[in-house]
């Protein structure tokens, strides 16, 4: 294989500035070029819902009623749907509810438990 197949494209969004660039990708596998505050993630990814626009996450799952975790989801098309009120969801200041588009189911996930948006690293600072 020439070594021009194996350059990859990547973007990066940080305080609302994206950056384009490209890398002679020597490796197997994907490694993480950029990361994300967790609170720029929930920004964008509630800018981009309110456009109609979907996204894509990873995140750790977790089963609070028998404290579990099934171990990572990936959502490749989603949109947030509107906040749950402390009435309906005991954690809800810190629960994100979402349509997996793919789906089309309504399900959760824990904020803190984000991995990755768009495929950016995702860090809670």
């Not at 189911?105 to 768009?118: G, S, V």
Request: hydrophobic share 40%.
């Amino acid at each position: 294989m020439p070594w021009h197949d194996d350059v990859r494209a990547f973007s990066c969004v940080s305080g609302g500035l994206r950056a384009a660039f490209f890398v002679l990708w020597t490796g197997e596998g994907a490694g993480y070029l950029c990361v994300m505050d967790l609170y720029d993630a929930l920004k964008e990814m509630r800018r981009l819902s309110s456009e109609g626009k979907s996204f894509s996450f990873t995140f750790m799952s977790y089963n609070s009623t028998e404290g579990k975790s099934e171990g990572i989801v990936a959502v490749h098309h989603a949109r947030l749907l509107k906040r749950e009120r402390k009435e309906h969801h005991r954690d809800a200041e810190m629960v994100e509810a979402y349509l997996n588009l793919d789906t089309m189911e309504a399900r959760r996930f824990y904020q803190p438990l984000l991995m990755t948006f768009n495929g950016e690293k995702v860090t809670l600072r």
